[in-house]
């Protein structure tokens, strides 16, 4: 596949995407990753107990406000004016599922925000739950969907991912 680089310039530098003449349209992302841990741990969380309080609740503010600032963190993201970010948590065996819906109307995608606010959701309940195991493992970190823009609406094909 032979595409251009649609970061780069002429000369090869970095540069932000001119989005100024795309049509604006509803977009959103879906994205996900999991973070393992002891069972301990994990019933700590679950049962309210860890020593820095009230986990699941401070990771969901902390991706919500890592999406908000995914253009300053990213260096060619757009500033987004997002209309709705939301954060779930699913236990599974040994671990937690975190998944965040990013959504807006614009003129470029929320793929990044998503996945930002899933990464620092996930680093939040290591940091909140270290006390408990400093082991915990972070991953699986990766877009589930995105829908809106000139590429129509994508979905990850998670039989096969689990292959």
């Given amino acids: ?31 996900s990753g999991r973070i393992t841990m002891t069972a301990e741990a994990l019933a700590a969380i679950k049962a309210g107990n860890a020593p820095k309080g009230d986990v699941l609740g401070t990771a969901r503010v902390a991706g919500i406000m890592a999406a908000k600032k995914t253009g300053d963190l990213i260096p060619m993201c757009h500033p987004l004016a997002i209309d709705a970010v939301n954060l779930d948590f699913a236990f599974e065996e040994n671990a937690i599922r975190a998944t965040a819906t990013a959504s807006l109307t614009g003129k470029t995608g929320v793929e990044m925000e998503a996945i930002t606010a899933v990464s620092i959701a996930l680093v939040t309940i ?14 699986d970190i990766r877009l589930i969907e995105k829908r809106g823009g000139k590429s129509g609406h994508w979905k990850a094909d998670l039989e096969k991912a689990e292959d």
């Fill in 1 to 31: 596949m032979n595409r251009s680089l649609t970061h780069i310039d002429a000369e090869g530098s970095a540069r932000m995407v001119d989005v100024g003449a795309k049509a604006e349209t509803q977009r959103l992302a879906v994205a």
């Fill in 126 to 139: 290591y940091d909140m739950a270290k006390a408990l195991d400093k082991g915990m493992v972070i991953g």
